[in-house]
RNA sequence: GGCGCCGUCGCCAAGUGGUAAGGCAGGAGACUGCAAAUCUCCCACCGUCGGUUCGAUUCCGACCGGCGCCUCCA
């Protein structure tokens, strides 16, 4: 089994990973709020989770991926409740929404998408644990909180004990029920606006909701014990998400949490952050109607480390469109071919390897890529070469395999039949035109064909065709 | 105010103590009826100033510039 280096927020440092039970890995993955459309920034550490997945693969583990849907929250209820509704007619639209976006960006499919409302005796069941445990104290108003002083490790993930909170930081308005200001609410005791929109649950403690943080602790420990190998998210999870969770986890089993943590940067935007409060959100399905496959985001987010930050600029997709309609091409050509030469099959194997290298080093997706695009121009270079080695062509396909089985970037072929009888019918005029060496007719129809973003290729087998 | 990250070709972006991957765009050529695709060739001395070193883009310091977290947040 080969080495698999990933830095861990935990220790600050690359370091060895490996499932406990060295096969399986067992990971969480922040999902989204389903309140609204989740815009390419969350889709970009949503795509550091796939390439994570697909890449644990190919080191030969299995994973057992969970990802949360947190569908009872501030602001859903804030929606339900300004539209008259119950929150599930906020959190079902939108929840259909980031599955068909996600299938759009080819993120595949994780083992497991729990919802928090559908878990409330779960997490009613760790609050008790932590009341027991002495860690947690229920206020006046039935509301729970975990007491941070009483949980020596608050801080680690973050590094907390080097921090300051900076004078005069806005402290929570519901303070006063708080033994400490930093305290945070495990369940929160129910608001009329609860109740009127479904977001109130019976408890112990009478009726309330989960905290944010309390649906991950106990999702988590439901689906992959209380102790699992690797949690990973948005870096602003950091604080206060992930050091909560791991105080309400740990503080109730006395056990490790997650052994490894690991968070993705930000997508930017003209320089700035792309948050929802900042304006300058894009979507999938804005991106789609720009004509951006999915497989061009996917270029686009790959071509850069991971814990980097990435600006989206205005040429940005295109760019990545035009990169990913390479692979696309030498996808078709590769599978048409017949035979190549030797070296071809040298420059596969060499490429193999250097790929598994750089995702194998904390996941170097930028490295991974250029290992990639050097292949291409390798192999169409043997193609055009000629050849008569057939073993050689089948090793070039087993290396893409295995390089686009992680990246994923031959966009989608045509599937307009319309379009597509109509094109095919403009091709034979065109056919017909050169065959009488009439080259302005057929230059014409070229033309027609452009008009409408439709490129042709002629080649030795025919005349090809596709969307620019 | 505290903590952290970044500054590499026109644009995006890897990387290394010994003279810098890849993509996009661009230039020249081959191929083509013309194109497209493909191939060949060309296209950067790594923010500034110091220091360490035989040698720094890569280490250290200062400065300038940009971003993020500390508060709901991928």
Not at 249 to 264: L, M
Not at 385 to 413: I, Y
């Amino acid at each position: 089994m080969p080495e698999f280096r990933l830095y861990n927020t935990l220790t600050r440092r690359v370091e060895s990973f490996a499932p406990a039970d060295g096969h399986t890995v067992r990971m969480y993955t922040c999902g989204p709020t389903v309140y609204n459309p989740a815009h390419l920034g969350n889709f970009r550490t949503f795509l550091f989770e796939d390439l994570l997945r697909r890449t644990f693969r190919l080191v030969g583990w299995q994973v057992e991926q969970v990802m949360n849907l947190t569908d009872v929250d501030d602001k859903i209820i804030r929606k339900a409740a300004a539209n008259g509704e119950n929150i599930l007619q906020v959190t079902e639209p939108f929840t259909a929404l980031f599955h068909q976006d996600r299938r759009y960006l080819r993120i595949e499919d994780a083992e497991i998408y729990p919802k928090a409302t559908e878990h409330i005796p779960e997490m009613i069941a760790l609050v008790e644990r932590l009341v027991a445990n002495d860690v947690a104290y229920v206020a006046e108003d039935g509301s729970v909180y975990f007491a941070i002083d009483r949980f020596a490790d608050y801080g680690k993930l973050s590094q907390l004990d080097k921090r300051e909170v900076k004078a005069g930081a806005r402290v929570a308005q519901d303070e006063y029920a708080k033994e400490n200001a930093q305290d945070f609410a495990l369940w929160k005791s129910a608001k009329p606006e609860d109740e009127a929109t479904g977001a109130a649950w019976d408890s112990p403690w009478g009726r309330g909701r989960p905290g944010w943080h309390l649906e991950c602790s106990a999702m988590a420990m439901k689906y992959l014990g209380e102790t699992f190998d690797l949690h990973a998210g948005g870096i602003d999870l950091i604080f206060p998400h992930h050091e909560d969770e791991i105080a309400q986890s740990e503080a109730a089993t006395g056990k490790q949490f997650a052994r490894c943590w690991c968070h993705g940067e930000f997508l930017l935007t003209d320089g700035t952050k792309m948050a929802k409060r900042v304006g300058n959100v894009t979507n999938v399905v804005g991106m789609r109607e720009q004509g951006i496959s999915g497989t061009a985001y996917r270029h686009f987010v790959f071509s850069a480390h991971y814990r980097k930050q990435l600006n989206l600029g205005e040429e940005s997709l295109d760019q990545s469109r035009a990169a990913v309609n390479r692979v696309g091409a030498f996808a078709r050509r590769l599978a048409e071919a017949t035979a190549a030469t030797p070296v071809l099959a040298e420059a596969a194997t060499r490429a193999e390897q250097l790929f598994l290298d750089a995702l194998f080093d904390d996941l170097n997706a930028p490295e991974a890529m250029a290992v990639l695009f050097t292949f291409i121009t390798e192999a169409n270079r043997e193609l055009d070469a000629g050849g008569t080695d057939t073993a050689a062509l089948e090793r070039a396909r087993a290396a893409f395999r295995l390089m686009d089985g992680v990246l994923d970037l031959v966009p989608e072929q045509e599937t307009d039949a319309e379009l597509g009888a109509w094109v095919e019918g403009r091709l034979i005029a065109r056919r017909e035109a050169r065959e009488r060496r009439d080259f302005a007719a057929a230059d014409a129809v070229r033309e027609e064909l452009t008009a409408r973003g439709i490129l042709i290729e002629d080649g030795p087998s025919g005349t090809r065709w596709r969307r620019g």
